[in-house]
């Protein structure tokens, strides 16, 4: 069902803090004219830990009104509160989105069964198809493969943003899992690895500012051109890397705001890159030739 390149987009804020509903729009019709598989509002890099639950639904509505059914929007309503994450996830569909992504629930850390519990809950719901969103790093909690081959057998649950680090795990679930369960790769340093070794794309940071290149190689890796994909990851591979500099969003959307894309604008406790890691970033684009403004 999710195959290709989804990018996880930005939210573009305004000088006086709001939602830039104009930069939000162009950034939905740049990303469909190049190419890219379908978009994500509103997770990690949409800024979701600092958006009211009614910005965040307002945010959904722009981007599927603005996608037109051209792609698939896959809504950023996952929470720590299963009935939390039910309400927002119904009220996603109730705007436009055409499937969700679903934290793993961070802070009160719940056992394997408690996660199994949770998306099974969302899964029964919430009326979309469930991407579970992977990520110990940030939570403190790794789905592990037992669980997620529990979850992949039920119809509502669609696919797994995979972000644990761990290229050993992605490769047993993608090993294990049935075929009607899709593996993404979560982190752009995985998506070449992730897709060579059966999956079926991935949830991009980086392709807010580089959509064709990202589409670019991910295509290749899935039409079995691995000299192709490989040649362009390593080519991308210090923006990837570029981009863990700070904290998510915090690169990407300095690298927008070169590319006069968007204002470097965050919503506290996330701010500026430092002088040093801004410098280091105009290096990286410079060497993959970007038109910095």
Same mark, same amino acid.
């Given at each position: 069902?999710?195959?290709g390149?989804?990018?996880?987009l930005?939210?573009?804020f ?8 104009g930069r ?13 598989d ?5 997770g990690?890099t ?11 639904i307002?945010?959904v509505?722009?981007v599927?009104?603005?996608a037109a059914?051209? @792609?698939? *929007?896959i809504?950023g309503? +996952?929470?720590n ?5 039910? /309400?927002?996830? %119904? &009220?996603a569909?109730?705007?436009g989105a055409?499937a969700?992504?679903q ?14 519990r ?7 719901a919430a009326?979309?198809p @469930?991407? *579970?969103?992977?990520i110990? +790093?940030?939570?403190?909690?790794n789905?592990?493969? /037992?669980?997620? %081959? &529990?979850l ?8 797994v ?11 047993d679930l993608i090993?294990r899992?049935?075929d009607?369960?899709d ?6 340093n995985?998506?070449f690895p992730?897709?060579?070794?059966g999956?079926t794309?991935?949830?991009s ?13 991910v295509?290749?890796?899935?039409t079995?051109?691995?000299?192709a ?11 990837f ?6 904290t ?17 604008i965050?919503r ?5 890159l430092?002088e040093d ?5 105009d ?11």
């Amino acid at each position: 069902m999710f195959s290709g390149v989804y990018t996880a987009l930005v939210t573009p804020f305004s000088s006086d803090g709001r939602i830039d509903d104009g930069r939000m729009r162009a950034l939905v019709d740049a990303q469909i004219d190049a190419g890219i598989d379908g978009l994500v509002p509103v997770g990690t890099t949409g800024e979701s830990p600092t958006v009211t639950h009614d910005e965040n639904i307002r945010i959904v509505e722009i981007v599927a009104k603005q996608a037109a059914d051209r @792609v698939p *929007v896959i809504a950023g309503t +996952g929470s720590n509160s299963t009935a939390e994450a039910v /309400d927002m996830t %119904l &009220r996603a569909k109730d705007v436009g989105a055409t499937a969700t992504l679903q934290v793993t629930p961070y802070y009160n850390k719940p056992n394997q069964e408690g996660l199994y519990r949770h998306f099974i809950e969302i899964a029964e719901a919430a009326e979309l198809p @469930v991407i *579970v969103y992977n990520i110990p +790093g940030r939570t403190g909690r790794n789905i592990e493969n /037992d669980t997620m %081959l &529990r979850l992949a057998v039920h119809p509502g649950i669609a696919a797994v943003k995979e972000a644990s680090g761990s290229i050993a795990q992605i490769m047993d679930l993608i090993c294990r899992k049935p075929d009607s369960f899709d593996v993404l790769a979560g982190d752009d340093n995985f998506a070449f690895p992730t897709v060579t070794a059966g999956g079926t794309g991935v949830i991009s940071v980086a392709s807010n500012a580089l959509p064709r290149e990202m589409k670019r190689m991910v295509s290749a890796a899935l039409t079995g051109d691995t000299v192709a994909a490989r040649n362009e990851h390593y080519r991308l591979l210090p923006f990837f890397q570029g981009l863990f500099l700070d904290t998510n969003p915090i690169p990407i959307k300095y690298a927008m705001a070169r590319l006069g894309m968007i204002e470097e604008i965050y919503r506290l406790p996330l701010v500026e890159l430092a002088e040093d890691q801004k410098r280091r970033l105009d290096e990286i684009m410079t060497d993959l030739q970007l038109p910095l403004k």
